[in-house]
């Protein structure tokens, strides 16, 4: 069977919702009363049974489709500027790289901005060893115009990413 990747997304939450409700079926029937038969409510042993087997085959469905996604995002690339990747690879930068990568960009260009515009507003003097003052110059371990502009950049990249993952999505068809 093929289906494309947002379809198979789809279903995943079908069949997830599905294999909840059955479970929980079972576990309301787990007992019954004996003199209870199926004519007056009762749930038999081979209605929970086939209940439990159809929770397996929903299980095994839900691998298949999980291994076919996962098969897709090795083999398909996305292409970003001059930024290659597989779909997994993007997708792991995303969740462990991405955010923490863009905080740090606009915390240090934040921090020396913000150093740097206090030094201007408010001067701090210090005073040599013949006692003479002289103005604190300032230098910055890090331009924060060049940080500024990373993140601008990571951001932009983020943005992008998002919509290619979506096309992607929808146009990949992956084996089931």
């Given amino acids: 069977m093929e289906m494309t990747i947002t379809e198979a997304l789809a279903e995943i939450k079908l069949v997830e919702?599905?294999?909840?409700?059955?479970?929980?079926?079972?576990?309301?029937?787990?007992?019954?009363?004996?003199?209870?038969t199926e004519a007056q409510g009762g749930v038999s042993r081979e209605t929970v049974a086939a209940e439990v087997?159809?929770?397996s085959d929903l299980q095994k469905r839900l691998v298949a489709i999980r291994t076919g996604i996962a098969k897709a995002n090795l083999e398909t690339n996305i292409i970003i500027g001059e930024r290659s990747n597989n779909i997994h690879g993007w997708l792991s930068w995303k969740r462990e790289v991405a955010e923490k990568e863009l905080s740090f960009y606009k915390d240090v260009f934040m921090t020396v901005k913000r150093e740097m515009e206090d030094s201007v507003k408010n001067p701090r003097c210090w005073k040599d060893d013949k006692g003479e003052p002289h103005i604190v110059e300032f230098v910055t371990n890090l331009s924060y115009e060049e940080y500024a502009k990373k993140a601008e950049v990571a951001q932009d990249l983020l943005e992008k990413l998002d919509g290619q993952l979506s096309l992607k999505n929808a146009t990949t068809v992956i084996k089931i």
Avoid at 17 to 22: I, L, P
Wanted: no cysteine.
């Fill in 17 to 36: 919702k599905k294999a909840t409700t059955k479970m929980a079926f079972v576990r309301g029937n787990l007992v019954r009363a004996k003199h209870v």
């Fill in 53 to 55: 087997q159809a929770i």
